[in-house]
């Protein structure tokens, strides 16, 4: 919780309508372009404040199960990824799929909603079929 | 890069008159460079469109400016302006809708390395080619335009082209994923990514031209359907499979949904494959299109960390539009992960 009214979501989301519904309207080309991007980022930066610690807790959890210790989320995925690259951990492995399926549509939550098709099942189908 | 829009930040008038000269050292001498305004087209090169007018007659003419900088040695290909204009030429004189090049820019033009395209009008914006209700009669025939287009490609002579790379699938993956290496970057999925390429790697396929680049937002459309097919400039010797994965990748769909719409989001990958190999006597092999696919997304994820990760001189981020694009990471891996464990029959 935020120690300031408004908090910081609340002050990117005004600005980020100024851009949008203001700004944007009276420009033509290349700024145009760029503005759209910049209200973007803002909006982008909106929902990382608004899931991103909900989701942290929810990988951490799913990384020390899938790793077998505890630890910061950060060196806990670094490891990950270095047992997958040194090929310690088995591409083919369904909670290895479960997770990486779950990071990834957590991340699109925040950096691009809609991409990830809502109602797909995360973990019912056998993954790692062709892998 | 993807998007075109008009730069009106950058004057003009020096360039114009450096031009003027490009354009007057062949016959008609006396012109004028009218109408010059930058189209942004990514972060490598510059483009300009511009008119040159010699008394009644007025041709619509492209400037293309690359960077200076030239392919690192174990990087990705990266064409000169002269290697990108030869090849361009000989594509258009094997058929396909490739640019014109009218001048090859000299050191003694002062505009840096580069060249003169004819500008061929039409819709180049991904979004809209796929969406645009105007263009709908051409997204029916689309598909079947760009296989022809890409067995006209993969049918050139490769003696012609001997200043192309010659990248086997193995190649490919240590060149892209080399990119990775001093970023301080160590992600999952990415991993997943790398190893899964490298446990699938074609054993056989056939050296071929590959474009590398044949997608939606590098192709200029109009009612009619396909009429010029840009950006040469990372082609290179290989799997021509590659190409055909390249322009089905979901990135590069725009939007298109749907199994009607699996090749750049305007077409259906029956009348791409049968229209390909009608004209290349080929079969297509579908396990290596999608090998290529997923290859695509792998290679537009490094894409995308790199990018994302560019800095000026000061430390400072390159750009909002840069910056805004290595948040696009999970988009090519939440696609890769989805190709590489569903049945072929699942969603793509």
Excluded at chain 2, 102 to 115: A, F, I, Q, T, V
Excluded at chain 2, 130 to 141: I, N, T
Excluded at chain 2, 192 to 205: D, E, G, K, N, T
Excluded at chain 2, 244 to 254: A, I
């Amino acid at each position: 919780m935020s120690a300031f009214v408004p908090d910081a979501a609340t002050l990117l989301q005004a600005a980020a309508d100024y851009l949008e519904a203001e700004l944007l309207p009276t420009l033509a080309g290349y700024h145009r372009f760029q503005t759209r991007i910049s209200a973007n980022v803002l909006r982008t930066v909106v929902r990382e404040l608004q899931l991103r610690p909900a989701q942290h807790a929810a990988e951490r959890e799913r990384l020390a199960a899938l790793l077998g210790h505890d630890g910061e989320p950060a060196a806990l995925q670094a490891e990950l990824a270095t047992a997958i690259g040194d090929g310690h951990q088995p591409l083919d492995d369904p909670a290895l799929i479960d997770h990486l399926r779950r990071t990834l549509r957590e991340a699109l939550a925040i950096n691009h909603p809609n991409w990830a098709a809502p109602d797909e099942p995360t973990a019912s189908k056998p993954p790692g079929a062709r892998a | 890069m993807t998007e075109r829009a008009i730069d009106t930040a950058t004057p003009t008038t020096t360039l114009a008159a450096a031009l003027r000269v490009v354009l007057a050292r062949q016959a008609r001498a006396h012109g004028e460079v009218q109408s010059l305004q930058r189209l942004t087209g990514g972060a490598t090169k510059q483009t300009w469109s511009f008119d040159w007018v010699c008394g009644d007659e007025r041709e619509a003419l492209i400037l293309q400016q690359m960077s200076e900088a030239p392919s690192r040695p174990g990087g990705p290909p990266k064409l000169s302006a002269e290697q990108d204009a030869a090849l361009m030429t000989a594509a258009r004189e094997a058929g396909v809708p490739a640019p014109r090049v009218h001048r090859l820019l000299r050191p003694e033009d002062g505009l840096g390395s580069g060249y003169v395209t004819g500008r061929i009008a039409g819709e180049t914006l991904g979004r809209k080619l796929v969406a645009d209700p105007a263009l709908a009669e051409a997204r029916k025939r689309l598909a079947a335009q760009c296989g022809r287009a890409l067995a006209a490609i993969h049918a050139l002579p490769l003696e012609r082209s001997g200043f192309l790379q010659r990248l086997s699938p193995s190649d490919e993956l240590r060149i892209y994923a080399g990119l990775l290496d001093g970023l301080e970057r160590r992600h999952a999925a990415l991993a997943y990514a790398v190893r899964w390429v490298a446990a699938h790697l074609p054993q056989q396929w056939e050296s071929r031209v590959v474009h590398a680049d044949f997608r939606s937002g590098n192709l200029i459309v109009g009612p009619e359907g396909l009429r010029c097919v840009l950006d040469w400039e990372i082609a290179r010797i290989g799997d021509p499979m590659q190409d055909l994965g390249v322009l089905c990748m979901r990135t590069w769909r725009f939007g298109g949904e749907g199994l009607a719409r699996e090749v750049g989001g305007f077409g259906a990958r029956e009348d791409l494959y049968a229209a390909y190999e009608a004209a290349s006597g080929t079969r297509v092999d579908p396990d290596r299109v999608r090998f290529w696919e997923v290859f695509s997304n792998l290679k537009w994820a490094i894409s995308c960390v790199r990018r994302g990760s560019a800095r000026r001189a000061d430390g400072r981020p390159a750009s909002v539009e840069l910056a805004a694009i290595g948040r696009r990471l999970e988009e090519p891996l939440w696609d890769l992960l989805a190709l590489t464990t569903q049945d072929a029959g699942g969603r793509r």
